[in-house]
Nanobody, 120 residues
């Protein structure tokens, strides 16, 4: 079993910054990719950013130049640094990890979600 624990959400004013963290633990052989998704009220969940174990990353157009995804492979942890936040960034942010377990299963795991609210 694998668990993802997220932290770092909260309330911030427009133009402010937040840093999200997501730590994976459990029966993990490797994590080829880790992602951040978000879901705003009344909208579908969308991919925000993704990063491979080798450090290659990609971003949704709406966050390019403002958000930075990074990871610490030794800690099985992924981060999302969010700068220049806008009200439209308000959403529940979810961490996703594509995990290879010790018995060679490939399984998607999700965190519980953390609320980010951008408002004055």
């Amino acid at each position: 079993q694998v668990q993802l624990v997220e932290s770092g959400g909260g309330l911030v004013q427009p133009g402010g910054s937040l840093r999200l963290s997501c730590a994976a633990s459990g029966s993990i052989f490797s994590i080829p990719a880790m992602e951040w998704h978000r879901q705003a009220p009344g909208k579908q969940r969308e991919l925000v950013a993704a990063i491979t174990s080798g450090g290659r990353s990609n971003y949704a157009d709406s966050v390019k130049g403002r958000f930075t995804i990074s990871r610490d492979n030794a800690k099985n942890t992924v981060y999302l640094q969010m700068n220049s936040l806008k009200p439209e960034d308000t959403a529940v942010y979810y961490c996703n990890a594509k995990v290879i377990t010790f018995n060679w299963n490939s399984i998607d795991y999700w965190g519980q979600g953390t609320q980010v609210t951008v408002s004055s």
